[in-house]
């Protein structure tokens, strides 16, 4: 079992709430991604970092921002959530080169 | 910029018949391509890579795939098929970016 972890695992909340998606990895990688995956299965990357105080949005436009203060940890935050952010978030880490990324077990977010 | 395509959204094939999942990319420079399994309400767990070397790779519960770099292809195949192989299955490259990008998945069902 890869040590990632991703709280809370199902999260239902209001329009107009502040969220923070938790992400934290033990393994010590430099580079952790958030991806968003459609209820049908596609994902989407909308966030990337490769190590401390560097963060990058993605190939998916998103309303969310993250942080990445120290190594283990990468938060997705929405200021204000909408029904149109209902998805599932997966969180992943992996070092520089070939070696394969490692994932979280995801956060399924409805906004109601 | 980088890109993975899946051509099929879902793949049949009887138990013990041989599968075939396809993926083909696109990325500068060498790749590093990467395939994930998916069971519902699941992350995504590996199961092989290519880096460099052989072009066939062996991974996780019989999988293999075979770097095609000619035409740019790397699918997924497995000799038997049992039911329990039953999943999402994406496909994955990582270029000089460090950037993971997917492919929008293939839903495998396996009949018994």
């Known amino acids: 079992e890869a040590d990632i972890y991703q709280t809370p695992r199902y999260l239902v909340i209001g329009t107009g709430k502040k969220i923070t998606l938790e992400c934290s990895q033990t393994m010590g990688h430099d580079k952790m991604y958030w991806y968003q995956q459609d209820p049908g299965m596609e994902l989407h990357l909308i966030h990337y970092?490769?190590?401390?105080?560097?963060?990058e949005k993605g190939d998916l436009s998103s309303e969310s921002t993250v942080s990445r203060i120290r190594t283990e940890h990468f938060p997705l935050t929405l200021e204000s959530a909408r029904p149109s952010h209902t998805s599932q978030y997966l969180c992943a880490s992996t070092i520089t080169g070939g070696t394969e990324a490692f994932f979280g077990q995801g956060t399924r977010l409805t906004v109601v | 910029a980088q890109s993975v395509a899946q051509p099929e959204d879902q793949v049949n094939v009887a138990e013990g018949n041989p599968l075939t999942v396809k993926c083909t990319y696109s990325?500068?420079?060498?790749?590093?391509l990467f395939w994930y399994v998916q069971y519902p309400n699941r992350g995504l767990q590996f199961l092989l890579k290519?880096?460099?070397?052989?072009?066939l790779v062996k991974g996780s519960y019989g999988f293999e795939a075979e770097f095609n770099k000619s035409q740019t292809s790397f699918h997924l195949k497995k000799p038997s098929a049992l039911v329990s192989d039953s999943a999402l299955y994406f496909c994955?490259?990582?270029?000089?970016?460090?950037?993971?990008?997917f492919g929008t998945g293939t839903r495998l069902q396996v009949f018994p």
């Open positions: 990325v500068s420079g060498n790749p590093y």
């Open positions: 970092s490769y190590g401390v105080n560097s963060t």
């Open positions: 290519y880096i460099t070397g052989d072009n």
């Open positions: 994955a490259v990582r270029g000089f970016t460090d950037k993971l990008i």
